[in-house]
């Protein structure tokens, strides 16, 4: 046994030792001063679900190479490519080529909603599990409050706002999509070890910087709603099934605005966490490479359909791409 008086006050306590049969008897004033100690077995599951999560999210890192190939490959190939290369990959303006075989592979955008009601759902929870550890870190608390407030927005465009006619998306989408929603608070929460502490004036640039870009592609959003708006003068069966071309604000200088601030956004919680790699870092790229195909396959889209419109414009980027 070994005595550690602090004081006048001694205290024991017993540890249990799977692999020693032993007493340590601790001297402290008060019994919080003392270390909390794991079970060998409760820390090995601990230590599974952390490194299972973290491969989950870097999983991201490969989705995004994966998508930059197969846009590559769609954008030399186009319809020469198989039926179900089509139908997995192709959603919104870009419809596969007709083949009756594969349409139960089609599945109606506006289960866009889905998506966001499972990362309110998902964001939620991460909340209260980064409050109820020992020491909450309050960057990630923020950063995961900040997107859940960009959660619940677009579900309020997809169900309220957004008028999505006849497109379309792929059960490939859909299923990525849940898994994107249900990841992303995990990553937020995982990089806690490299998130920094930040001060007043970080804090509140972060918030404006992200409330301003969520107010910008809320305001794209409804532009893209007003096109398909009943009673414009165009006849229903037009607004459901035609395309028009979208015009003022970002669209006087790029086809895809919306890609954009979903980038800045992204990257913008990044900055508010660290700016060294970390687990959301995997979250990023994915978003980055994603946008960029995206905004690549709808630009080239224009480019077909309304070509006059589309020269005077870039994809995402003004000036640049």
Known sequence: MLFEPIGETLTFRLIEHVNQCRL???GSERVDDLPTVVSPTREIQMNFRAELAGRCVSLFSSFAVIIVLLTYIYMRYKERLPGIFQYSFLFGKRKPTFD??????RLPKSWFRYFYLVGVISTSIMMFVES?????????????GLFLTHLVRRF????FVSRFGRNQMSVTH???GLFFYCTVP??????RTEAVSRGPLGITFSAFQIAALQYSQHVVCRQLADLRKPGSGKPNESVNSKYF??????FQHITCPHYLFEIALYLSLHWLLTTRWTLFSHIVLFVFANQICSAWVTHSW????????????????????
């Open 245 to 250: 071309i979208p015009t003022g604000s970002m």
């Open 100 to 105: 009756s075989r594969f349409e139960v592979l």
């Open 174 to 176: 859909f299923v990525l």
């Open 156 to 159: 309020y465009e997809t169900v």
């Open 132 to 144: 109820r550890v020992t020491h909450p870190h309050l960057t990630v608390l923020l950063s995961l």
């Open 186 to 191: 995990i990553a937020l929460h995982g990089s």
């Open 302 to 321: 224009y480019q077909e359909q309304f070509p006059e419109w589309a020269k005077e414009r870039y994809a995402l980027v003004p000036y640049v791409f």
């Open 24 to 26: 340590i008897i601790v």
